[in-house]
């Protein structure tokens, strides 16, 4: 309850940044790490992890040998991560400059990226040089699991993002609707 009261205030204080009204759900968090590509890989980044919705799932199922830092925009946060999580290196910066992150931990890419960014607030050139960090970063045959909402595929920023998918990625598919989310939510696989 704790984590919705603090989510709810950066909401309020930030609402172009943090892009929800409420934290993902656990069935979410199940959605977008039930992957492959989670369980396999030596490198994970999670980008935009809020109050850590999906970070308790992604250390359940990732390698135990496997590299796992995140980036968050939002201090508050970033502070209230590393007091729950504190193996794991949170980092608050912009998404845009994981790769420096990576670079301290002695790797140039990752093989996996859980992304809870707020992709439907974010304007063209925003979407676009954030797909393009996350591409430089990502191996090839690695995946980035991202979600929307219901609604955001109907809205233009949404739209232009489905959109843009393919342009960056050579596989892309989309999950089965999370209704048991606020607001309901769907998850974007996509594979470099």
Same mark, same amino acid.
């Given at each position: 309850?704790?984590?919705?009261? @603090? ?6 204080? @930030? ?23 989670l369980r396999q890989a030596s ?35 970033v502070q209230m991560l590393k @007091? ?7 980092? #608050?910066?912009?998404?845009? #400059? ?6 301290? @931990? ?87």
């Amino acid at each position: 309850m704790v984590q919705v009261k @603090h989510f709810i205030k950066q909401w309020l204080r @930030h609402p172009k940044k943090v892009g929800a009204v409420m934290p993902s759900s656990r069935r979410l968090a199940r959605l977008i790490t039930d992957t492959p590509h989670l369980r396999q890989a030596s490198a994970v980044v999670e980008i935009g992890p809020g109050t850590g919705a999906f970070t308790t799932s992604i250390l359940e199922q990732k390698r135990p040998d496997a590299l796992f830092l995140a980036v968050e925009l939002n201090g508050t946060f970033v502070q209230m991560l590393k @007091h729950r999580h504190p193996g794991v290196e949170f980092y #608050h910066d912009s998404a845009a #400059h994981v790769q420096t992150y990576l670079r301290k @931990h002695g790797r140039e890419t990752c093989d996996c990226i859980i992304c809870g960014m707020p992709w439907g607030i974010f304007d063209e050139t925003l979407q676009r040089s954030l797909l393009a960090a996350i591409c430089d970063v990502l191996e090839p045959g690695g995946e980035i699991s991202t979600f929307a909402y219901l609604g955001g595929p109907w809205l233009k920023p949404g739209r232009r993002f489905k959109r843009m998918l393919p342009e960056y990625f050579s596989k892309v598919t989309v999950s089965r609707m999370i209704w048991m989310n606020m607001p309901p939510a769907f998850v974007y696989r996509c594979v470099k």
